[in-house]
T-cell receptor, first 115, second 113 residues
């Protein structure tokens, strides 16, 4: 079975530009979460979506937005890119929503470089 | 405020011996704890988890211990293998916070053959 797939794998953007990252969850998983990982740190929570509704948002500015589609895939958008947005962006899916503990399964991430 | 801490940036172990990775947390609301392994250019891979109602969970070579009074958990890998060399992340979540994971900064494990 295919795991969580993310595209693109790498991306280079200029300050001020906008970027869209895409994620397809494991088949049957209805919850998708987004995390940002900068070098030397653990992943930081950005968003969680379950059944196409936002169920949680981390401490990120409004330049970050996301959505989940009827097929449970998801997009993360970042506007007005800053140099500090350079990071590995990880998407994760899980069987359960916010009510039940279940492990997140991560994709390989999108490496975003802002110059 | 770093709620999950992995105080050892790196650990080096001989093949066949035990690897012990440690993690401390500060938020008493956390009720579910996980360990992930990450290789370069890959996403974190789920290894093992433990609920706060347990103090031990085993899966093959991997065992996680939870000491709630000390707010401490550890991952034991026995026996360690060269393929275990990776970055290990401890993570915690709380039902009240909607199950989002709070990660530690990671520990680099090197298993020498």
């Amino acid at each position: 079975d295919a795991g969580v797939t993310q595209s693109p794998t790498h991306l280079i953007k200029t300050r001020g530009q906008q970027v869209t990252l895409r994620c397809s969850p494991i088949s049957g998983h209805k919850s998708v979460s987004w995390y940002q990982q900068v070098l030397g740190q653990g992943p930081q929570f950005i968003f969680q979506y379950y059944e196409k509704e936002e169920r949680g948002r981390g401490n990120f500015p409004d330049r970050f937005s996301a959505r989940q589609f009827p097929n449970y895939s998801s997009e993360l958008n970042v506007n007005a890119l800053l140099l500090g947005d350079s990071a590995l962006y990880l998407c994760a899916s899980s069987l359960a929503g916010v009510e039940n503990n279940s492990p997140l399964h991560f994709g390989n991430g999108t490496r975003l470089t802002v110059t | 405020d770093q709620q999950v801490k992995q105080n050892s940036p790196s650990l080096s172990v001989q093949e066949g011996r035990i690897s012990i990775l440690n993690c401390d947390y500060t938020n008493s609301m956390f009720d579910y704890f996980l360990w992930y392994k990450k290789y370069p250019a890959e996403g974190p891979t789920f290894l093992i988890s433990i609920s706060s109602i347990k103090d031990k969970n085993e899966d093959g070579r991997f065992t996680v211990f939870l000491n709630k009074s000390a707010k401490h958990l550890s991952l034991h890998i026995v026996p360690s293998q060269p393929g275990d060399s990776a970055v290990y992340f401890c993570a915690a979540s709380a039902r009240e916070y909607g199950n989002k994971l709070v990660f530690g900064a990671g520990t680099i494990l090197r298993v020498k053959s």
